[in-house]
């Protein structure tokens, strides 16, 4: 069982739908990170947030838009999204932003995105 | 540009034998790899992970290896179950950075 939970695993939305896809880690992680993974792909950095605040936006577009409620909720809200944003976004979680051998990232199961 | 490289997208072999993943690596500044195995509708799970003060470290069956000079590293899984068959990823990072740059992965089959 993973100790990052992920919401939905499956979603499928159209162009002009809003939707959130919800992040849950109760491991007292302090930073949360937004992964995004296409077929045959490496997982690609999205947003990284430390302490509940964003410090890390690899230049994503603004129709994707993270949140962080609290240090154990991440959210991604995604509106007017285009068909080639169909992908695996996954959520990770470690024990601080800064990497180091004792702060790997534990992962979600991720949430399967088709946007039609 | 692929930063980590892992050349070979899959890999089979005996139950019982040794299984050895490769990856290589471009930059010179990163002193953090790790290992993530990936089953199908699951996350990357974290395996295993070294630093560069380190050319070895071991954890029951797993292994990895850090040839910094070759900048590369491999992961030995000894003996290989048929549970290890996953897609295996490896990671690198610069200490005190904020990102992990994966490689593309391996695919692992542990034949019975």
């Known amino acids: 069982d993973t100790e990052v939970t992920q919401t939905p695993k499956h979603l499928v939305m159209g162009m002009t739908n809003k939707k959130s896809l919800k992040c849950e880690q109760h491991m007292g992680h302090r930073a949360m990170y937004w992964y995004k993974q296409k077929a045959k792909k490496p997982p690609e950095l999205m947003f990284v947030?430390?302490?509940?605040?964003?410090?890390i936006n690899e230049s994503v577009p603004s129709r994707f838009s993270p949140e962080c409620p609290n240090s154990s909720l991440l959210n991604l809200h995604l509106h007017a999204l285009q068909p080639e944003d169909s992908a695996l976004y996954l959520c990770?979680?470690?024990?601080?932003?800064?990497?180091?051998?004792?702060?790997?990232?534990?992962f979600g199961n991720g949430t399967r995105l088709t946007v039609t | 540009d692929q930063q980590v490289k892992q050349n070979s997208p899959s890999l089979s072999v005996q139950e019982g034998r040794i299984s050895i993943l490769n990856c290589d690596y471009t930059?010179?500044?990163?002193?953090?790899f790790l290992w993530y195995k990936k089953y199908p509708a699951e996350g990357p799970t974290f395996l295993i992970s070294i630093s560069s003060i380190k050319d070895k470290n071991e954890d029951g069956r797993f292994t990895v290896f850090l040839n910094k000079s070759a900048k590369h590293l491999s992961l030995h899984i000894v003996p290989s179950q048929p549970g290890d068959s996953a897609v295996y990823f490896c990671a690198a990072s610069q200490t005190g950075a904020n990102n992990l740059f994966f490689g593309t992965g391996t695919r692992l089959t542990v034949i019975p």
């Open positions: 947030y430390s302490y509940e605040k964003l410090s």
């Open positions: 930059n010179s500044m990163f002193d953090y």
């Open positions: 990770a979680s470690s024990r601080r932003q800064r990497t180091g051998s004792d702060s790997p990232l534990h």
